[in-house]
């Protein structure tokens, strides 16, 4: 009997504790600080394709190749560590004769991709015509961004706040309620922003052939954001 009436009176507390969280009034805002940094590093990635019938030949031709671009990327004084391979492919091909509906096997094709981190963003030009000039066929990609992106969370969390408390009270004020204490509070903190250039082979490919010197690439700003929502009991 005694765990009955204990029971019930839990649920009855619980009842009215529901209740009242329904009759409670909120106001729930966002508060976004967007700052800008000067990117650390540079992500790169440089990719070696080759083709012929014999898959072996084909292997082999690509690692000679990526070899080169491998050593000659070191000579820039960029640490083993900072360079791994991101992809490596065999793959046959085939084309499909129209004539004879059939699928006509071509060779085999190697892609090979090395992956560069470059901490010193001086050196980013001089590594895509390093790499170009050892014979890389394809740059995939140049990313400029923040290493540690968390280390500009304490300033950006500071303004994102401070944007989220000026909102809520301009719409406390607006819509005649007042503000009471801040009920719930979470946050979306900044990630590995960066400025992504793209590049493709057949863009570099013209560029030294018709006889383009150094590439002219700027690293600009990252733009961090970090967001907080805050829910505030009004009355």
């Known amino acids: 009997m005694t765990r009955k009436i204990a029971g019930a009176a839990l649920f009855l507390i619980a009842l009215c504790l529901s209740a009242q969280e329904q009759d409670r009034r909120t106001l729930t805002v966002t508060g976004t600080a967007e700052i800008s940094v000067a990117p650390d590093i540079c992500f790169m990635s440089f990719s070696v394709e080759t083709r012929h019938a014999s898959a072996v030949q084909a292997y082999t031709e690509n690692n000679v190749i990526m070899n080169k671009v491998n050593a000659k990327i070191k000579t820039l004084a960029i640490d083993a560590k900072d360079m791994h391979t991101s992809h490596f492919s065999v793959v046959p091909q085939y084309h499909y004769d129209n004539k004879t509906n059939e699928r006509i096997f071509d060779g085999y094709m190697v892609h090979h991709t090395l992956y560069v981190k470059v901490r010193d963003l001086t050196k980013v030009t001089k590594i895509l015509d390093a790499a170009i000039n050892a014979g890389a066929t394809g740059v995939e990609g140049i990313n400029f961004t923040v290493e540690h992106p968390k280390e500009y969370a304490v300033q950006a ?19 005649g309620v007042k503000l009471g204490k801040p009920i719930t509070i979470s946050e979306s903190e900044p990630g590995g922003y960066g400025r ?19 590439a002219s690439i700027e690293p600009g700003e990252i733009k961090l954001t970090h967001t907080v929502y805050i829910t505030y009991e009004i009355q």
């Open 157 to 175: 969390r500071e303004e994102a706040v401070k944007a989220a408390q000026a909102k809520a009270a301009q719409m406390a004020r607006l819509t």
């Open 196 to 214: 992504y250039l793209p590049q493709t082979s057949m863009a570099m490919d013209g560029l030294y052939r018709n006889g383009g010197s150094e």
